[in-house]
């Protein structure tokens, strides 16, 4: 290994370090704060957690992961950041600012989404869209009018995806936990030293998170969970990172398989869709919040929420794993059949888990 591929990696895992450090400290001061001015999340009949907590753990995030990528960047890497990472910084502050609001009072879906597009937009304005859909559907090549509000739409989707399946503790956090991690991979290979320590730094940061929010309890006033800043912010960045990646030309010409990136969000993604067409069916707003995510599933069929999250790990690393052994091999048409299938399949076998239990 060369001394420039040492470097690059040893800066990637000091920016992991450093971002788990500094959330090891900001965590418990922010939730010292929370639970002194009672910005507590209150249990309903739709949520999990049986006693109030506070869903600050988001309000962390991005400042640790921004102020890591400012400390491990020379001088000259700051003053001459790529337009994609300006954009990526100024979507992040915009967003972080309007989740920060949305946690302490509630904003309307219709106002989010309005929000979210426009956070989308300032990554479009700094060119990072969608300009090749590798092959889907025979399409490859296609112009800024279909690119851009696809582009918008799958930002959106993901953002919201992210912030839907935080429904037990650790999932969201363990779910963009190997996204980062695949994502570190993938940078290394490259050797896109801002976009590792981005990567980086955000698997770092969810490591503080998930100790706290899986092994804290209120007792101690240390359990926490991220709330809607932090599962949106972490939304806002896996959609970048992946759409960036994809539209990188790599050796021989080609890109990054567009189905094995958004494999990286493939099961809160696809468990959104499912819930927005169920809804729809049965006559009720797609936008209605209900307790059938499939999460809330599993645990109707008598797994523990321990379990749950094992089961959903397992589940996402099939995906993740899967479609990048599968990816050079296979084509990408199929490869999209294979997963949507494998999604029906697993809810299916759920489904009938299910009916066994209600008789």
């Given at each position: 290994?060369?001394?420039?591929?040492?470097?690059?990696?040893?800066?990637?895992?000091?920016?992991?370090?450093?971002?788990?450090?500094?959330?090891?400290?900001?965590?418990?001061?922010?939730?010292?704060?929370?639970?002194?001015?009672?910005?507590?999340?209150?249990?309903?009949?739709?949520?999990?957690?049986?006693?109030?907590?506070?869903?600050?753990?988001?309000?962390?995030?991005?400042?640790?992961?921004?102020?890591?990528?400012?400390?491990?960047?020379?001088?000259?890497?700051?003053?001459?950041?790529?337009?994609?990472?300006?954009?990526?910084?100024?979507?992040?502050?915009?967003?972080?600012?309007?989740?920060?609001?949305?946690?302490?009072?509630?904003?309307?879906?219709?106002?989010?989404?309005?929000?979210?597009?426009?956070?989308?937009?300032?990554?479009?304005?700094?060119?990072?869209?969608?300009?090749?859909?590798?092959?889907?559907?025979?399409?490859?090549?296609?112009?800024?009018?279909?690119?851009?509000?696809?582009?918008?739409?799958?930002?959106?989707?993901?953002?919201?995806?992210?912030?839907?399946?935080?429904?037990?503790?650790?999932?969201?956090?363990?779910?963009?936990?190997?996204?980062?991690?695949?994502?570190?991979?993938?940078?290394?290979?490259?050797?896109?030293?801002?976009?590792?320590?981005?990567?980086?730094?955000?698997?770092?940061?969810?490591?503080?998170?998930?100790?706290?929010?899986?092994?804290?309890?209120?007792?101690?006033?240390?359990?926490?969970?991220?709330?809607?800043?932090?599962?949106?912010?972490?939304?806002?960045?896996?959609?970048?990172?992946?759409?960036?990646?994809?539209?990188?030309?790599?050796?021989?010409?080609?890109?990054?398989?567009?189905?094995?990136?958004?494999?990286?969000?493939?099961?809160?993604?696809?468990?959104?869709?499912?819930?927005?067409?169920?809804?729809?069916?049965?006559?009720?707003?797609?936008?209605?919040?209900?307790?059938?995510?499939?999460?809330?599933?599993?645990?109707?069929?008598?797994?523990?929420?321990?379990?749950?999250?094992?089961?959903?790990i397992a589940l996402d690393?099939?995906?993740?794993?899967?479609?990048?052994?599968?990816?050079?091999?296979?084509?990408?048409?199929?490869?999209?059949?294979?997963?949507?299938?494998?999604?029906?399949?697993?809810?299916?076998v759920v489904n009938l888990?299910?009916?066994?239990?209600?008789?």
């Amino acid at each position: 290994m060369s001394v420039l591929w040492t470097d690059l990696l040893v800066n990637g895992i000091a920016g992991a370090v450093l971002a788990a450090i500094l959330g090891f400290i900001a965590l418990p001061l922010v939730l010292r704060f929370a639970w002194k001015k009672q910005w507590l999340d209150i249990p309903d009949e739709r949520k999990l957690h049986d006693a109030p907590t506070p869903r600050v753990a988001g309000l962390v995030f991005f400042p640790v992961i921004l102020a890591v990528v400012l400390i491990l960047s020379t001088r000259e890497e700051i003053n001459s950041f790529p337009r994609p990472i300006i954009g990526l910084l100024f979507g992040c502050t915009f967003v972080y600012m309007i989740e920060f609001i949305d946690d302490l009072r509630s904003v309307s879906w219709k106002s989010k989404f309005i929000m979210q597009g426009v956070a989308a937009m300032l990554l479009i304005l700094c060119g990072v869209w969608l300009r090749d859909l590798g092959g889907i559907l025979g399409i490859h090549e296609i112009p800024p009018i279909v690119g851009i509000p696809l582009s918008i739409v799958l930002i959106v989707l993901v953002i919201n995806a992210l912030n839907l399946i935080d429904g037990i503790d650790g999932l969201a956090g363990f779910l963009c936990l190997i996204a980062m991690a695949a994502m570190f991979t993938w940078y290394y290979s490259i050797g896109l030293r801002t976009y590792l320590l981005l990567s980086a730094a955000t698997g770092g940061v969810l490591i503080p998170f998930l100790y706290h929010n899986i092994w804290g309890t209120n007792e101690k006033q240390n359990k926490t969970f991220m709330g809607d800043t932090g599962s949106q912010i972490l939304g806002f960045i896996i959609s970048f990172l992946v759409m960036f990646l994809v539209s990188l030309p790599l050796k021989g010409g080609t890109t990054t398989c567009l189905v094995d990136g958004f494999a990286l969000v493939a099961l809160p993604v696809l468990d959104l869709v499912r819930l927005f067409f169920w809804r729809i069916i049965h006559g009720r707003s797609p936008f209605q919040p209900d307790a059938n995510h499939i999460h809330h599933k599993l645990m109707r069929c008598g797994l523990s929420p321990r379990l749950t999250l094992v089961v959903l790990i397992a589940l996402d690393l099939v995906f993740v794993l899967g479609n990048h052994l599968l990816y050079p091999s296979v084509n990408i048409n199929l490869l999209l059949l294979m997963n949507i299938g494998f999604w029906m399949l697993v809810n299916g076998v759920v489904n009938l888990r299910l009916k066994r239990v209600a008789k």
